[in-house]
């Protein structure tokens, strides 16, 4: 079951990635990314990094015993949160 949940949240981790780059120029929910260019920069490095964590933590979760993972979630969990406190920054 716990398999199944890491899966899971590897996934939503870089479908979160993936659109935190596609929308680095575009408006995003109450943001104009194409105006406020620094916002856009953080909201690009943040989905990278989500990608890049979502491919680290299916690595660990393959190779690695399964307590490893905590690993991938901290570190997605810090990212995420930077970029909510980026957009609560812009208000």
Do not use: D, H
């Not at 890049?52 to 299916?58: E, H, K, P, S, T």
């Not at 307590?67 to 997605?76: G, R, S």
């Amino acid at each position: 079951m716990i398999s199944f949940v890491l899966i899971l949240f590897l996934v939503v981790i870089a479908l979160l990635g993936g659109v935190l780059c596609y929308y680095q120029n575009k408006s995003f929910l109450l943001f104009n990314l194409a105006e406020n260019r620094r916002l856009g920069r953080r909201v690009l490095v943040a989905g990278w990094f989500l990608l890049l964590i979502a491919v680290l933590g299916l690595v660990i979760f393959i190779t690695l015993p399964l307590t490893w993972n905590l690993i991938t979630v901290i570190a997605a969990s810090l990212v995420t949160g930077f970029v909510a406190l980026s957009f609560a920054g812009s208000l």
